[in-house]
């Protein structure tokens, strides 16, 4: 197996010599193809792709002359994985301050902060997360560590790209909030706090929106707020940028659900250990949750009801969900996490789905990613076996038309050591 | 009070006799209680009993024996807590029930070499639950791990689920001798010794690197820097040794005089030195690994095992020669310096050079999937060129850790007289849908997965939320 395996990845690089950028036309033909469209599962398909965009998807697609042509050898093709929930480009070494970027201390910069800004497209995390078929991430602020800073809001999160162009893809594609036992203890120590302090910042934007010319000329009352967070807020109440709020505690998703109702705020529920005992309530309100299917732990008394069953009952109800991995250093372990999802009962497709076209979906990119159809950004993998499972691994991976190294600063010091080692 | 006691030191020797540095003593000495070390080497005895053994038969499984080989359309046969037999072709005898194998695998049950649970139990975040750590000196050599298990911690509920029959329960790595290890069985027990691996050694657990320098460098005192750290363990292995003297001078002497004062830290060091309790050495980088190896010859005792050892692949024939397994994960890595060359392959390339390969988990989710853990090595190592087969792999969870643990005539592979520590898995277990459908510890069952009556054992989940829900 290994042999063939590495004949093939032979034959590949024979066929797509050191790929420049993604003005060509290239031919990805004989895979077995997971769409996560309505076209479903392609066998012996094709997928054309021109200038880094997928141009055919299909059993009968015509190949123009000239085009490169990768056979997939029956292989399964995927889009590329997308991790939400993430710091990939914020964040290096989390125990080394100087290498983290996911959070400031500064007072008056919080729904303001932007993950968009100081993102690292050489970061050494990124050809490691992308080995395990990931090619799009939602980098996520977190808090700072600094006890005295109580801000209600994390900041503002980034799609980004890990490869095939600038890793910026698009800024503010969510506002992130804690609530839960998190929240409550940034808010002063309860949840009535927070939620009282929510809701009276979110009136003070409404209040500074009506009266910004007003708030220029000093003519307003003080506001908590700085003038960069409230100018970041008002896409958030004007309901144009969802709020991703990490909550776990049944009771406090239902409280979440009850702001983002009378305050009219898209809604986006991260952890949600408990969301399987409010899965109804979830759906009825169409509001998406990610989830860590693994994290069955009782860690705290907000996550008392964690189970494994947790996103299979999610999904049953009809709630969106997208699955996230185990965080930065560890974001390969994204597609284990679906499989083992998969393992507790969820369908194999929409496993598949919770990390790809899902999270697409729910931070606004499906437009562009997610899937494998004409007019989509050209993400693909080619796996050597089921991506889902830990025994297979991409044999080729393309970010918008450009084919990605199969290295890693890991897999060069393994080969620097088996061959001087032994 | 008790009256003076009798002891024979002649039956002490026995534990003894394979290291060389204490003669057999043969003197009978009087004394106190609780006085000398050697009066009563076990006072927190296991009390484990094994749960009720049927006989039974596994039909029609594929098996990975632990010993390096795979039978397909195999039998196993369980009598009286034991492996009876295993092998193709195997008669079921009358009297044996018959489980169906057939599209499922067997193997040893999983042995966690490293393992919080019951010391950092659930719920975690709660600081009340954080028993692992004694921060109150660099070398707390003198406190034990099963004085802080607590019996209740829900992941020994989760652990069984998936196939966990046997874990090592260390203290954490903020001191430089973080204390004493308990092996234990995963069973549902309220105390600590019906938990205990009857008859397992001690493990005394010491910390390289980043976390003892951090923890006492932060508050101005050392270890500061790694080489404070190994003046620490040096200092230490003096100060045993010359314990280990006085209490041999004191014994030759026939007992006349004052015995040497006992100390608990300096019994679990002076322990180490005669070779009863074994080093489970937390150590990620492979400069690290090497000295430690020094220092162990410096003071003439082994290192059982370095976990974590993310490096072990930049010294795999060191650690090959020096009969030192390596206990690691295979996805962790880059969350601090010391683990930021960690590789995928790291596992993989230890066994392919001949050594002790292990999987350990350090962590309640990771050690729900420690099969998963090590797929996920096999997969790398295989992307690389090693060609290691299922039979070999599954090793790393089992017969390896059982070697680390010091248990490994007992427990870690399906050989006949063997204890009948056995996972039933409802595919490959190197599969990712492959979970734990059956698991029997001695021959008794500990979790159905197919059983309505099947119910958790912790106590601190009874009337909470989610209660009842199935794992």
Same mark, same amino acid.
């Given at each position: 197996?290994i042999?063939?395996?590495?004949?093939?990845l032979g034959?590949?690089s024979l066929?797509l010599?050191?790929?420049p950028a993604?003005?060509?036309?290239i031919?990805?033909t004989?895979?077995?193809?997971?769409?996560?469209?309505?076209?479903?599962?392609?066998?012996?398909g094709?997928?054309l792709?021109?200038?880094?965009?997928?141009?055919?998807v299909g059993?009968?697609?015509?190949?123009?002359?000239g085009?490169?042509i990768?056979d997939?050898?029956g292989?399964?093709?995927?889009?590329g994985?997308?991790a939400?929930?993430?710091?990939?480009?914020?964040?290096e #070494? /989390?125990n080394?301050e100087a290498? !983290?970027?996911?959070? %400031?201390?500064r007072?008056?910069v +919080?729904? =303001?902060?932007d993950a968009?800004y100081?993102?690292?497209p050489?970061s050494?995390?990124?050809?490691?997360?992308?080995l395990?078929?990931?090619?799009?991430?939602i980098?996520?602020p977190?808090?700072?560590?600094?006890g005295n800073?109580?801000?209600l809001?994390?900041?503002?999160?980034?799609?980004?790209?890990?490869?095939?162009?600038p890793i910026?893809?698009?800024?503010?594609?969510?506002?992130v909030?804690?609530?839960?036992?998190?929240?409550a203890?940034?808010?002063g120590?309860a949840?009535?706090?927070?939620?009282?302090a929510?809701?009276?910042v979110?009136a003070?934007?409404?209040?500074y #929106? /009506?009266?910004?010319a007003?708030y !220029?000329r000093g003519? %307003?009352?003080?506001?908590?707020l +700085?003038? =960069?967070d409230?100018e970041?807020?008002?896409?958030?109440?004007?309901?144009?940028m969802?709020?991703l709020?990490?909550?776990?505690?049944?009771?406090?998703?239902?409280d979440a659900?009850?702001l983002?109702r009378?305050?009219?705020?898209?809604?986006?529920v991260e952890?949600g250990?408990e969301?399987?005992r409010?899965?109804?309530?979830?759906?009825r309100?169409r509001?998406?949750v990610l989830?860590?299917?693994?994290?069955?732990?009782?860690a705290s008394?907000e996550?008392?009801?964690a189970t494994l069953t947790?996103a299979?009952?999610?999904?049953?109800a009809?709630?969106?969900i997208?699955?996230q991995?185990?965080g930065?250093?560890?974001?390969?372990?994204?597609?284990?996490?679906?499989?083992n999802?998969?393992? =507790?009962?969820?369908?194999w497709q929409?496993g598949?789905?919770?990390?790809?076209?899902?999270?697409?979906?729910i931070?606004g990119?499906?437009?562009?990613?997610?899937?494998?159809?004409?007019?989509?950004?050209?993400?693909?993998?080619?796996?050597?076996?089921d991506p889902?499972d830990?025994?297979?691994?991409p044999?080729?991976?393309?970010?918008?038309?450009e084919r990605?190294?199969?290295?890693?600063?890991q897999?060069e010091?393994r080969d620097r050591?088996r061959?001087d080692?032994? | 009070?008790?009256?003076f006691?009798?002891?024979?030191?002649?039956?002490?020797?026995?534990?003894?006799s394979?290291?060389a540095s204490?003669p057999?003593a043969?003197?009978?000495?009087?004394?106190?209680?609780g006085?000398d070390p050697?009066?009563?080497s076990?006072?927190?005895?296991s009390s484990y009993?094994?749960?009720?053994?049927?006989?039974f038969?596994i039909?029609?499984a594929?098996?990975?024996?632990?010993?390096?080989?795979r039978?397909?359309?195999g039998t196993?046969l369980?009598?009286d807590?034991?492996?009876?037999?295993?092998?193709?072709?195997?008669a079921?005898?009358?009297?044996?029930?018959?489980i169906?194998?057939?599209?499922?695998?067997?193997?040893p049950g999983?042995?966690?070499?490293h393992?919080h649970?019951?010391?950092?139990s659930q719920p975690?975040?709660?600081?009340?639950?954080s028993?692992?750590?004694?921060?109150t000196?660099?070398?707390?050599?003198q406190?034990?791990?099963e004085?802080?298990l607590w019996?209740?911690?829900p992941?020994?509920?989760a652990?069984?689920?998936?196939?966990?029959?046997?874990?090592?329960?260390?203290p954490?790595s903020?001191n430089?001798?973080?204390?004493?290890?308990?092996?234990?069985?995963n069973v549902?027990?309220?105390?600590?010794?019906?938990m205990?691996?009857?008859?397992a050694?001690?493990g005394?657990?010491i910390?390289?690197g980043?976390?003892p320098?951090r923890?006492?460098?932060?508050?101005?005192?050392?270890?500061a820097?790694?080489?404070?750290?190994?003046?620490?363990?040096r200092?230490?292995?003096?100060?045993a040794?010359?314990?280990?003297?006085?209490?041999?001078?004191?014994?030759?002497?026939?007992?006349a005089g004052?015995?040497?004062?006992?100390d608990?830290?300096?019994?679990?060091l002076?322990g180490?030195?005669r070779g009863?309790?074994?080093v489970?050495?937390?150590?990620y980088r492979?400069?690290?690994m090497?000295n430690?190896?020094?220092?162990a010859r410096?003071?003439?005792?082994?290192?059982r095992?370095f976990?974590?050892s993310?490096?072990?692949?930049?010294?795999?024939?060191?650690?090959?020669r020096?009969?030192i397994?390596a206990a690691?994960w295979?996805?962790?890595?880059?969350?601090?310096?010391e683990?930021?060359?960690?590789i995928?392959?790291n596992?993989?390339?230890v066994?392919?050079?001949?050594g002790?390969?292990i999987i350990h988990?350090?962590d309640?989710?990771?050690?729900?999937?420690?099969n998963?853990?090590?797929?996920?090595a096999l997969?790398?190592?295989?992307?690389?060129?090693l060609?290691?087969?299922e039979?070999?792999?599954?090793?790393?969870?089992?017969?390896?850790?059982?070697?680390?643990?010091?248990?490994?005539d007992?427990t870690?592979?399906?050989?006949?007289?063997?204890?009948?520590?056995v996972v039933?898995?409802s595919?490959?277990?190197?599969s990712i849908?492959a979970?734990?459908?059956r698991?029997?510890?001695?021959g008794?069952?500990v979790?159905d997965r197919?059983d309505?009556?099947?119910?958790?054992?912790?106590?601190f989940?009874?009337?909470?939320?989610?209660?009842?829900?199935?794992p």
């Amino acid at each position: 197996m290994i042999g063939r395996l590495s004949i093939l990845l032979g034959a590949l690089s024979l066929l797509l010599p050191a790929l420049p950028a993604n003005a060509r036309t290239i031919a990805i033909t004989n895979g077995r193809i997971v769409t996560m469209v309505g076209a479903g599962e392609v066998d012996n398909g094709t997928i054309l792709v021109r200038d880094g965009r997928i141009v055919a998807v299909g059993a009968d697609v015509s190949i123009p002359a000239g085009a490169e042509i990768l056979d997939a050898g029956g292989r399964i093709v995927t889009p590329g994985l997308i991790a939400s929930g993430t710091a990939l480009g914020l964040i290096e #070494v /989390r125990n080394v301050e100087a290498a !983290d970027d996911r959070a %400031t201390d500064r007072s008056d910069v +919080s729904a =303001a902060f932007d993950a968009g800004y100081g993102l690292n497209p050489d970061s050494l995390l990124i050809p490691v997360a992308r080995l395990g078929g990931i090619t799009r991430a939602i980098a996520t602020p977190s808090y700072g560590n600094d006890g005295n800073r109580e801000l209600l809001f994390a900041g503002q999160a980034a799609a980004i790209a890990l490869g095939g162009g600038p890793i910026l893809v698009k800024r503010g594609v969510a506002m992130v909030l804690d609530m839960g036992d998190a929240g409550a203890e940034r808010a002063g120590g309860a949840r009535g706090g927070e939620i009282v302090a929510l809701r009276a910042v979110l009136a003070e934007v409404r209040d500074y #929106v /009506r009266r910004r010319a007003a708030y !220029d000329r000093g003519e %307003t009352r003080d506001y908590s707020l +700085s003038r =960069a967070d409230l100018e970041a807020l008002i896409p958030l109440v004007e309901g144009r940028m969802p709020l991703l709020v990490s909550v776990n505690r049944a009771s406090d998703i239902r409280d979440a659900l009850a702001l983002a109702r009378d305050e009219r705020l898209k809604l986006i529920v991260e952890g949600g250990a408990e969301a399987w005992r409010v899965a109804a309530e979830l759906a009825r309100a169409r509001i998406p949750v990610l989830v860590t299917p693994v994290d069955n732990k009782p860690a705290s008394f907000e996550t008392l009801g964690a189970t494994l069953t947790n996103a299979r009952r999610l999904a049953e109800a009809g709630v969106l969900i997208a699955i996230q991995g185990n965080g930065n250093n560890r974001e390969r372990e994204l597609r284990y996490n679906a499989g083992n999802a998969v393992a =507790a009962g969820l369908p194999w497709q929409q496993g598949l789905a919770a990390i790809t076209v899902n999270p697409a979906r729910i931070f606004g990119l499906a437009e562009q990613i997610g899937s494998l159809e004409a007019g989509k950004d050209a993400d693909i993998v080619i796996w050597d076996g089921d991506p889902l499972d830990t025994l297979a691994r991409p044999v080729a991976i393309f970010i918008r038309g450009e084919r990605q190294p199969m290295t890693s600063r890991q897999t060069e010091l393994r080969d620097r050591y088996r061959s001087d080692g032994r | 009070m008790r009256p003076f006691i009798l002891i024979l030191l002649a039956g002490l020797a026995a534990c003894a006799s394979n290291q060389a540095s204490v003669p057999p003593a043969v003197t009978a000495v009087q004394t106190r209680p609780g006085i000398d070390p050697f009066a009563d080497s076990d006072p927190f005895p296991s009390s484990y009993r094994p749960g009720p053994s049927m006989k039974f038969a596994i039909v029609g499984a594929t098996i990975l024996t632990g010993t390096g080989s795979r039978i397909d359309d195999g039998t196993l046969l369980v009598s009286d807590g034991k492996i009876e037999a295993l092998g193709t072709d195997l008669a079921v005898p009358a009297g044996y029930s018959r489980i169906d194998g057939r599209d499922r695998w067997v193997s040893p049950g999983v042995i966690d070499a490293h393992s919080h649970l019951g010391v950092w139990s659930q719920p975690e975040t709660v600081e009340a639950q954080s028993d692992v750590n004694e921060l109150t000196d660099p070398n707390t050599a003198q406190v034990w791990a099963e004085h802080s298990l607590w019996p209740q911690d829900p992941g020994f509920d989760a652990a069984r689920e998936a196939g966990v029959t046997t874990l090592l329960i260390l203290p954490g790595s903020g001191n430089l001798f973080g204390g004493r290890t308990v092996t234990v069985k995963n069973v549902p027990v309220t105390a600590v010794r019906d938990m205990k691996f009857p008859g397992a050694p001690y493990g005394l657990k010491i910390a390289c690197g980043e976390n003892p320098k951090r923890t006492y460098g932060g508050r101005g005192r050392s270890p500061a820097t790694r080489m404070g750290n190994v003046a620490g363990y040096r200092r230490a292995w003096i100060d045993a040794a010359d314990y280990a003297r006085r209490w041999e001078a004191w014994r030759k002497a026939g007992g006349a005089g004052d015995p040497p004062r006992r100390d608990l830290q300096m019994d679990t060091l002076a322990g180490v030195l005669r070779g009863e309790i074994l080093v489970q050495n937390h150590c990620y980088r492979a400069d690290e690994m090497a000295n430690m190896i020094d220092i162990a010859r410096e003071f003439g005792f082994r290192i059982r095992a370095f976990h974590h050892s993310n490096e072990a692949y930049k010294v795999a024939p060191l650690l090959v020669r020096e009969d030192i397994c390596a206990a690691t994960w295979t996805s962790w890595w880059g969350y601090k310096m010391e683990v930021f060359d960690a590789i995928e392959e790291n596992a993989a390339i230890v066994h392919a050079a001949g050594g002790c390969a292990i999987i350990h988990s350090d962590d309640n989710l990771v050690g729900q999937r420690l099969n998963q853990e090590a797929a996920a090595a096999l997969s790398a190592g295989r992307r690389a060129g090693l060609d290691i087969g299922e039979a070999e792999a599954i090793k790393w969870f089992t017969a390896n850790s059982a070697k680390a643990l010091g248990i490994a005539d007992r427990t870690g592979s399906l050989e006949p007289g063997k204890n009948a520590d056995v996972v039933l898995w409802s595919a490959n277990p190197f599969s990712i849908y492959a979970r734990a459908d059956r698991v029997w510890i001695d021959g008794a069952a500990v979790f159905d997965r197919g059983d309505p009556g099947y119910r958790r054992h912790s106590d601190f989940l009874v009337g909470q939320p989610g209660q009842g829900r199935r794992p």
